[in-house]
């Protein structure tokens, strides 16, 4: 591959994240919470458990991982509406995505009758704010179930991993990970890469914007993001392990 002069916010490399923060406990009557930050795009998570399952779900006797998923008005740079009655199109496809993950590392039946529901909230948009949703959702998610747990309301922790999202995608030609919206917006292809820490693929996202694109390149974005989420994953075991020897 030919070398690519690149310039990124912050001197950051190709191959870089951006900053990214993970602060626990941010909320007093939520089960689990977590403010995720990935440089400037910072999401708040929260995590409710209700007993009983959503009518549909009740023959199984399986639990129900879900999530909701919206940007506050003023989390960029232009007022947006907040959604009401008429939901967008992108809010809801974004909290499939994530209740999807969820459930991908939870066992359902060991949760037991028990409906989950994990609140993403987009405080400040600054690009990738459905991947800092799952890293983040899944550490408000842990702390929800370790509560619920200590409270004798399930025998053991429902987790059988963990997940954590990022981006990646080429911008003037360069390949590059964990996009800003000044990249994003300007991407001739955009993706995104969902995964666990087993290193197994939960979701791609991937889309030749302006441009299509090969196996090979395809393969070398997907480099770029497990590299990505390995680092996530980390980040999430330094402050769930903390929460473990409270």
């Not at 639990?63 to 809801?92: D, I």
Request: hydrophobic share 40%; with cysteine.
């Amino acid at each position: 591959m030919e070398h690519i002069d690149i310039n990124r916010a912050n001197g950051r490399a190709a191959n870089a994240l951006r900053p990214v923060k993970l602060t626990r406990d941010v909320m007093k009557n939520a089960l689990g919470s977590c403010l995720v930050e990935f440089g400037d795009t910072r999401v708040l998570c929260a995590a409710t458990i209700e007993e009983g399952l959503p009518a549909w779900r009740r023959a199984s006797r399986q639990g129900w991982v879900t999530a909701e998923y919206a940007m506050l008005p003023a989390a960029t740079n232009r007022r947006s509406p907040r959604e009401r009655a008429n939901r967008k199109g992108r809010s809801m496809e974004i909290e499939r995505l994530i209740g999807r993950s969820l459930r991908t590392v939870t066992n359902l039946r060991a949760l037991g009758e028990h409906t989950v529901t994990v609140d993403c909230d987009v405080l400040q948009a600054d690009g990738g704010t459905r991947t800092a949703s799952v890293t983040g959702a899944w550490v408000a998610l842990h702390d929800a179930l370790m509560t619920w747990v200590e409270a004798g309301k399930i025998p053991r922790l429902p987790l059988t991993g963990q997940v954590a999202a990022v981006s990646m995608g080429v911008v003037n030609g360069a390949e590059l990970l964990d996009l800003d919206y000044s990249e994003d917006s300007h991407a001739e292809i955009d993706m995104n890469l969902v995964a666990t820490d087993a290193g197994e693929i939960v979701e791609i996202q991937g889309t030749g914007e302006r441009t299509p694109f090969d196996r090979a390149r395809l393969n070398r974005l997907l480099d770029l993001g497990e590299a990505g989420i390995t680092q996530l994953i980390d980040l999430q075991n330094q402050v769930t392990l903390f929460r473990d020897n409270d």
